[in-house]
T-cell receptor, first 111, second 114 residues
Framework: GENVEQHPSTLSVQEGDSAVIKCTYSDSASNYFPWYKQELGKGPQLIIDIRSNVGEKKDQRIAVTLNKTAKHFSLHITETQPEDSAVYFCAAAYNFNKFYFGSGTKLNVKP | DTAVSQTPKYLVTQMGNDKSIKCEQNLGHDTMYWYKQDSKKFLKIMFSYNNKELIINETVPNRFSPKSPDKAHLNLHINSLELGDSAVYFC?????????????FGPGTRLTVL
């Protein structure tokens, strides 16, 4: 089965700095890579996703890059704000909607 | 309107009891899931149903039995609860079953087994 590894497990940045979270996956059949933000006491919410036919996608301060050859993808958050503080999960999905999640990154943005 | 809802939000019970968690989605999605999130925040898929049919069962003990009365509902029944079942359980749904669509998560049910 698929194995998704996520690093770092915790990340502390100063407000205004950039944050980068990296994930690797093992199954080359995976073709959908979403990123979720989970705030305390809530369910994960999709913030951005990328499909295997695209190398990069951007949405305002958030961007995701995908390197299919190396089987890794990354989340980039620029100009971080305190409200970006949360746990972020990457995931990889393929047949029959089988989603495999990374272990999560706790992002702390210091004001 | 809540897209994916779960009840109850909190559930505290004794070992050996049987309990159920309910999930409903009003998005018209065909596929629904149950995930378990442990104390280290690791999210692991348990089950997936597409149009009321089981399509994924990730080696979950048979004490856990999902039930889908219709495609908008996927309930989770747990028999003979054990201490290790304590976790947050999330329901989720997607529009299609091709592994290429956004998942919408419910708010979670925190289960504590004493």
């Amino acid at each position: 089965g698929e194995n998704v590894e996520q690093h770092p497990s915790t990340l502390s940045v100063q407000e205004g700095d950039s944050a980068v979270i990296k994930c690797t996956y093992s199954d080359s059949a995976s073709n959908y890579f979403p990123w979720y933000k989970q705030e305390l006491g809530k369910g994960p919410q999709l913030i951005i996703d990328i499909r295997s036919n695209v190398g990069e996608k951007k949405d305002q301060r958030i961007a995701v890059t995908l390197n299919k050859t190396a089987k890794h993808f990354s989340l980039h958050i620029t100009e971080t704000q305190p409200e970006d503080s949360a746990v972020y999960f990457c995931a990889a999905a393929y047949n029959f909607n089988k989603f495999y999640f990374g272990s999560g990154t706790k992002l702390n943005v210091k004001p | 309107d809540t897209a994916v809802s779960q009840t109850p939000k909190y559930l505290v019970t004794q070992m050996g009891n049987d309990k159920s968690i309910k999930c409903e989605q009003n998005l018209g999605h065909d596929t629904m899931y149950w995930y378990k999130q442990d104390s280290k925040k690791f999210l692991k898929i348990m089950f997936s149903y597409n149009n009321k049919e089981l399509i994924i069962n990730e080696t979950v003990p048979n004490r856990f039995s999902p039930k889908s009365p219709d495609k908008a509902h996927l309930n989770l029944h747990i028999n003979s609860l054990e201490l290790g079942d304590s976790a947050v359980y999330f329901c989720a749904s997607t529009r299609d079953s091709g592994g290429t669509d956004t998942q919408y998560f419910g708010p979670g049910t925190r289960l504590t087994v004493l």
